[in-house]
Nanobody, 113 residues
Framework: QVQLVESGGGLVQAGGSLRLSCAAS????????MGWGRQAPGKQRELVAT????????SYVDSVKGRFTISRDNAKKMVFLQMNSLKLEDTAVYYCWQSPSSWGQGTQVTVSS
């Protein structure tokens, strides 16, 4: 059974940076597309960044494009989300995603003014 464990969340000031990590186990990691989603209070969870199995292609929702960077290390079975120029509206619980429908437990990211 796949297990996805996020880390790296915390409190950061607007304009600051944070790097999230996701460790995968119980999965054929290198064959799976990965991503990061987030859920703010009162809102639906949205997928904000994805990366293909090989790491050759990435995609981002418009609201984070140019600020967030997703990457992966297949040897370590990890995926990362580098978040720069953070905004108040980035505040959410961030979840690691593995294709097609697996999610981690989430890590809180809070951006303060």
């Amino acid at each position: 059974q796949v297990q996805l464990v996020e880390s790296g969340g915390g409190l950061v000031q607007a304009g600051g940076s944070l790097r999230l990590s996701c460790a995968a186990s119980g999965t054929i990691f290198s064959f799976k597309n990965m991503g990061w989603g987030r859920q703010a209070p009162g809102k639906q969870r949205e997928l904000v960044a994805t990366i293909t199995a090989s790491g050759g292609e990435t995609s981002y929702v418009d609201s984070v494009k140019g600020r967030f960077t997703i990457s992966r290390d297949n040897a370590k079975k990890m995926v990362f989300l580098q978040m720069n120029s953070l905004k108040l509206e980035d505040t959410a619980v961030y979840y690691c995603w593995q294709s097609p429908s697996s999610w981690g437990q989430g890590t809180q990211v809070t951006v303060s003014s």
